[in-house]
């Protein structure tokens, strides 16, 4: 059973990066049947999509985000990563990583419990 | 990009009562519309993929329906543990992956 966990610092400071690594087990992160997402939940607004990573480093981000995101894989570690760049209080939020099904019906599944980041001086 | 507007945003409700929320999206989806269920300090839950098959160990009191642009989650003789904020997101055209804003569920 796959299972995924995120970790990283949960205080970040002003217009610093933000970094955050999802360490996956029970399966390998080189599965060609599934990309590799981070989400988060801002307070107050809901879910909203970072970004994803297929194993062989192909990415892709949500636009709003300016090119703030950086997402990498290393399948040596079974692990991907997230860079957000130039945070500001608006990036307060719990992060998630989660596996997306690729293909013509793509859901998330499984998830990690989530890690709050709260940007703040 | 599709839009998806969920509602409502909240819903109050007892144990063993019936509840349903709805997804409207910008376009036809077909089909593809998956629901999640999050509850604060644990992993979100997927319940629904498809507008209706069911997740794996989802119990059968949780159904989805609908197609094209209008969909709903319907909870049936509500548990305790069903209080939670409910998700949909569309996955006709990915990425962007884009999700309703929500509907918590409430006691």
């Known amino acids: 059973q796959v299972q995924l966990q995120e970790s990283g610092p949960g205080l970040v400071k002003p217009a610093q990066t933000l970094s955050l690594t999802c360490t996956v087990s029970?399966?390998?992160?080189?599965?060609?049947?599934?990309?590799w997402a981070w989400v988060r939940r801002l307070p107050g607004k809901g879910l909203e999509w970072i970004g994803h990573?297929?194993?062989?480093?192909?990415?892709y981000y949500n636009p709003s985000l300016k090119s703030r995101p950086t997402i990498a894989v290393d399948t040596s570690k079974n692990q991907f990563s997230l860079k957000l760049t130039a945070v500001t209080d608006a990036d307060t939020a719990t992060y998630f990583c989660?596996?997306?099904?690729?293909?013509?019906?793509?859901?998330?599944?499984?998830w990690g419990q989530g890690i709050q980041v709260t940007v703040s001086s | 990009d599709i839009q998806v507007t969920q509602s409502p945003s909240s819903l109050s409700a007892s144990v063993g009562d019936r509840v349903s929320m709805t997804c409207r999206a910008s376009q036809s989806l077909g089909m593809s519309l998956n629901w999640y269920q999050l509850k604060p300090g644990k992993a979100p839950k997927l319940l629904m993929s498809a507008a209706a098959t069911s997740h794996t160990g989802v119990p059968p009191r949780f159904s989805g329906g609908g197609s094209g642009t209008e969909f709903s989650l319907t909870i049936t003789n509500l548990q305790p543990e069903d209080f939670a904020t409910y998700y949909c997101q569309q996955s006709y055209s990915v990425p962007p992956i884009t999700f309703g804003q929500g509907t918590r569920l409430e006691i």
């Open positions: 989660a596996r997306l099904l690729t293909g013509g019906n793509s859901w998330l599944d499984p």
């Open positions: 029970g399966g390998s992160i080189s599965n060609g049947a599934f990309y």
């Open positions: 990573i297929y194993y062989s480093g192909k990415t």
